[in-house]
């Protein structure tokens, strides 16, 4: 088991296939986007099934999420996904994506046995979209959502991030078209791990601020049908169901006590927190001809390392140097 000095047990892997990423939001990465991973650095298809079987089968691992960057514009997906679902005992296995090309893959990622997408939404309106991500691509955006939904890859997810001065004013109208559409909201309070530093909380919208917006026009009640467990959104009823609504407080309320993650990043390093600022190579010793005994054993003794919280609070709290796009949400 993969158990740190907490006592807590990492389940839940999250696995980043490429650093690249065909948007450029702007609480990500520059306009012009970032200096990418040469393709000899990252993980090969291979590499990626060997390291998720070595979770799985020996070491607890019982949640595997597929990110980026954007996990689409990795050519060797489908076949990923399927070897994945394909291991015993099989873990349940997702997909965070931005949503352009999901129309086109949605019925084969689904075939493969994927069991659930989120997608980044935070706009629903295109010229704002266009401001956000600086490319013009909204319908593709709608159009894998609704793929997605029609693959049976359900729940689908919105994932939204709100921004002061930004988007704040969109919280109800991402709602009422989730609800709409049978989707379910995940709003997610931005976070410092934009590749320019320039995270604020001046412009971060809290979990607090977003379920004010919220409530003047709908009617929230604590879900208490699902144990939250070690689940990062404290989730709510709207209107009394069936539609629900979820709010990561990822800085403002956080999670880390009951925290069961653990991230692979796309050149094979082990990382125990989004903002940690050590990791674990496995890739090199992988690459050395390390066993997969010896690669478990290395897993098992950084996941024992994971430090108490993010430290986000902390005055002496340092921003990881790799953004988001290069750790894999």
Excluded at 59 to 69: A, C, D, K, M, S
Excluded at 93 to 106: F, H, K, P, Q, Y
Excluded at 301 to 327: N, W
Aim: glycine share 8%; aromatic share 4%.
């Amino acid at each position: 088991m993969l158990r740190d000095s907490f006592g807590r047990v990492a389940t839940d892997l999250r696995v980043s296939l490429t650093d690249k990423c065909n948007l450029r939001c702007s609480y990500c990465m520059p306009p012009e986007g970032l200096e990418w991973l040469p393709n000899a650095q990252l993980l090969t298809a291979d590499e990626i099934v060997r390291l998720v079987t070595i979770g799985v089968e020996r070491l607890g691992i019982h949640e595997v999420r597929y990110t980026g960057g954007e996990p689409l514009l990795r050519r060797e997906l489908v076949d990923i996904v399927g070897r994945t679902t394909a291991l015993e005992p099989r873990p349940q296995v997702s997909l965070t994506t931005n949503g352009i090309g999901l129309a086109r893959v949605a019925a084969p990622l689904a075939a493969a046995g994927l069991d659930r997408v989120n997608v980044s939404l935070d706009t629903l309106d295109r010229d704002t979209f266009k401001r956000l991500a600086h490319r013009d691509r909204f319908p593709d955006v709608i159009a894998g959502l609704a793929a997605a939904h029609e693959a049976g890859l359900r729940p689908v997810k919105v994932n939204s991030v709100l921004m002061r001065e930004v988007n704040q004013h969109e919280a109800v109208p991402l709602l009422r078209f989730c609800l709409e559409q049978g989707y379910e909201l995940r709003f997610i309070e931005q976070m410092p791990l934009d590749a320019q530093h320039g995270w604020s909380r001046d412009t971060m919208v809290t979990a607090d601020e977003i379920l004010k917006l919220l409530s003047a026009s709908f009617d929230l009640a604590a879900d208490d049908l699902e144990e939250r467990g070690s689940a990062p959104a404290e989730r709510f009823l709207v209107d009394g169901g069936p539609g629900r609504v979820g709010v990561i407080g990822s800085v403002t309320r956080p999670f880390c006590g009951a925290c069961d993650r653990v991230r692979l990043t796309a050149d094979g390093q082990i990382r125990n927190c989004l903002f940690a600022t050590e990791e674990s190579d496995l890739k090199t010793a992988m690459r050395a001809g390390a066993t997969d005994d010896e690669l478990a054993e290395r897993w098992i003794t950084a996941v024992s390392r994971k430090k108490a919280g993010h430290g986000i609070d902390d005055p002496a709290f340092l921003q990881p140097s790799r953004p988001m796009s290069a750790i894999g949400g």
